[in-house]
Every structure is written in C-alpha cells, then in structure tokens.
C-alpha cells in the first residue's frame, strides 16, 4: 500500500528539502485537510510532502513531535467497515462491521440502487434497515473514541456516494464533513479489512513525497539514495 508517484523519506531529507526551499525564496504553505506541506514558486508547486500523523507543523518553529498523538481511522465498504484507535502511532483498539447491504444478483448496494430504482420490497428493506444501522453502530464506535480521547486527526475512506447516507445517520459522526481535522485517506481501501487498517496506520507514520517534474529538476538532488517512486495507484 503506497501513494501514486510518491516516494518514502526520512525526517533529515525532508527537513533539508524544506530549508532549501526557504532560503530559495520558495513559497511553502500547510495544507491541514491532508496534512501536508507543499512547496510552490510563482503559484505553481513543485512538491508535496505528506507528513506522518505524530508530527506537526509550526511555522516558526518547522517539525515537532506531538507529545501525546491519538487519532482515529474509519475504513468504509459496502457491507463492511473497519474502525480503529491510534495513540502514540499503536493500533489500541478496532471494530469490524458487517451489513447485508448488498443485492446478491446484481452485486450492487442497496443504497446505490436506491439512487437509481428506490424502494422495493421487503428484501430492499431489510437491506436498508441493515445500511442504517450500519452507519449507526460505526459512529457510536467512533463517538466513544472521541468522547475518551482528544483525537488530533480523523481519517477516512468511504465512496462518496455513501457520504449522504453515513453523515446524515440517525446517529451522527463525532465529526463534520467540513472539519479540518478529518482527512480523506485517498489510499484505495478494497475491503475495509483489519489487516487494510493497520496498512494504512503503518503508512501514515512516514513520511511521503511527490515532485513534479519541474520540482524533480530543481529538487531531486537533495532526495538521491532514498526509496524508489512507486508505482501503485492506491493514493
């Protein structure tokens, strides 16, 4: 599990990287939805350095360790979902949900058909019963998290056609679509699995980089020796 055209780096490198952008005159900004730090000159970037989940940004001060990090991720398919508690970069605690949400002949969701055809018979409506409750019992998961933990980031990865659906559960997220602490995990999730969970907590640890390629000629120097561009297509 990788990001698209990106990289693996260390601390050192990306620290070199950001101060030879500021005494480059560069223009270097802090993107909070994804955690990011991007370099630009004349509104054009040049490289996208995704930062691990236990550090912050501060501009005057750079790179800091979080003394106490915890977060949470919740990984969203239909008819599975798998939630999860990070503190310290440790999975502590998850939970697997299961929902019969999808119809056996055409191999679609309930909730994707009811955008196209609408309710049907009771086969439907009990899929629908399960969607709801679905959503229901993940956002009470979540709600005890948030309601133990001060969660300095939530992460997410859910189709966007469940988005309507999951956010106006009857039993709502500990979150906001609009917050800026919840960050779409844009990592493609195939079964919203435990083992896909500690994937990506393991992935958002690290840091990640991607240039483009006039970012390759200015920058790439700096980042010789370190890990080989992927080419996975799951950011």
């Given at each position: ?39 630009e000159?004349?509104g ?19 790179l ?10 919740i ?20 939970k697997?949900f ?93 079964q ?13 640890q ?18 010789l ?11």
């Amino acid at each position: 599990m990788n990001i698209p055209q990106a990289k693996l780096v260390s601390k050192q490198s990306v620290e070199n990287l950001l101060a030879t952008a500021t005494n480059g005159k560069f223009s270097l900004s802090y993107l909070a939805k994804k955690h990011q730090m991007q370099i630009e000159k004349d509104g054009v970037w040049l490289a996208k350095i995704y930062l691990p989940w236990m550090l912050d940004w501060n501009e005057s001060l750079g790179l800091r360790e979080k003394p106490d990090s915890h977060y949470s991720m919740i990984l969203i398919r239909a008819g599975q979902a798998v939630a999860g508690y990070f503190h310290l970069g440790k999975l502590i605690d998850h939970k697997v949900f299961r929902a019969y949400m999808v119809r056996q002949k055409q191999g679609v969701s309930q909730i994707k058909h009811l955008k196209t055809k609408g309710k049907s018979r009771a086969g439907s409506r009990v899929r629908l019963a399960e969607s709801e409750r679905f959503f229901e019992e993940i956002n009470e998961r979540l709600t005890s998290y948030a309601n133990r933990f001060p969660m300095d980031f939530w992460g997410i990865s859910c189709a966007k056609t469940m988005w309507p659906f999951y956010f106006s559960s009857e039993v709502s997220p500990p979150f906001s679509q609009k917050e800026e602490n919840l960050i779409e995990l844009p990592v493609h999730i195939s079964q919203a699995s435990f083992e896909e969970l500690v994937q990506v907590g393991e992935l958002v640890q690290r840091f990640h980089l991607i240039f483009s390629e006039r970012g390759k000629e200015i920058f790439g120097e700096l980042t010789l020796g370190e890990s080989e561009t992927t080419n996975d297509d799951n950011w």
